[in-house]
T-cell receptor, first 114, second 109 residues
Framework: DTGVSQNPRHKITKRGQNVTFRCDPI?????LYWYRQTLGQGPEFLTY????????KSRLLSDRFSAERPKGSFSTLEIQRTEQGDSAMYLC????????????FGPGTRLLVL | GQNIDQPTEMTATEGAIVQINCTYQ??????LFWYQQHAGEAPTFLSY????GLEEKGRFSSFLSRSKGYSYLLLKELQMKDSASYLC??????????FGTGTRLKVLA
């Protein structure tokens, strides 16, 4: 399977704990995106990488959130001091590069903060 | 900024045809994507329209009118497996998508 993969698929944590999610994009894709989706809503853009460079962060991404893509391949999204409002599906997508091109989504990581 | 409007829910019968509308306001419009998302799963690509008109792909077709800020997704010969959310995402020539809230389609037997 050469699609986008994400791990873990599910994560339950207690408020105040730190969590980290991983995304492995399609191998030849140089762009990687993180989105967050809550129930009944469409995905909301969080951040975007071109190779290893993080080129944009949404205002939704508070200081507790950090994302990295150290070698331009896989990416991690860390949430520090989780809050109940962080409970959501975190989706990763990748694309080849260029304007208006198709993004391919991974299966997502569902986070529940108790 | 961007404003995207889709119906929240639609219901249709197996074998029927359904049209899901999307109106949008966005600066620097480039094209519009439609994605399908089954409950608890990732969005999957359905179509991308750049030019005005209808693009057909099997049972699914997508239409775009750039001047009216309007698109629709047409699903023919509905099947139970078509029960899902359908997400409209106009793009403005940048890399990120701005999704609407999606339309939840229920297909009844």
């Amino acid at each position: 399977d050469t699609g986008v993969s994400q791990n873990p698929r599910h994560k339950i944590t207690k408020r105040g704990q730190n969590v980290t999610f991983r995304c492995d994009p399609i191998s030849e894709h140089n762009r990687l995106y993180w989105y967050r989706q809550t129930l009944g809503q469409g995905p909301e853009f969080l951040t975007y990488f071109q190779n290893e460079a993080q080129l944009e962060k949404s205002r939704l991404l508070s200081d507790r959130f950090s994302a990295e893509r150290p070698k331009g391949s896989f990416s991690t999204l860390e949430i520090q001091r989780t809050e109940q409002g962080d409970s959501a599906m975190y989706l990763c997508a990748s694309s080849l590069g260029g304007s208006g091109e198709t993004q391919y989504f991974g299966p997502g990581t569902r986070l529940l903060v108790l | 900024g961007q404003n995207i409007d889709q119906p929240t829910e639609m219901t249709a019968t197996e074998g029927a045809i359904v049209q899901i509308n999307c109106t949008y306001q966005t600066s620097g419009f480039n094209g519009l994507f439609w994605y399908q998302q089954h409950a608890g799963e990732a969005p999957t690509f359905l179509s991308y329209n750049v030019l005005d008109g209808l693009e057909e792909k099997g049972r699914f077709s997508s239409f775009l009118s750039r001047s009216k800020g309007y698109s629709y997704l047409l699903l023919k010969e509905l099947q139970m497996k078509d029960s899902a959310s359908y997400l409209c995402a106009p793009t403005s020539g940048t890399y990120k998508y701005i999704f609407g809230t999606g339309t939840r389609l229920k297909v009844l037997a």
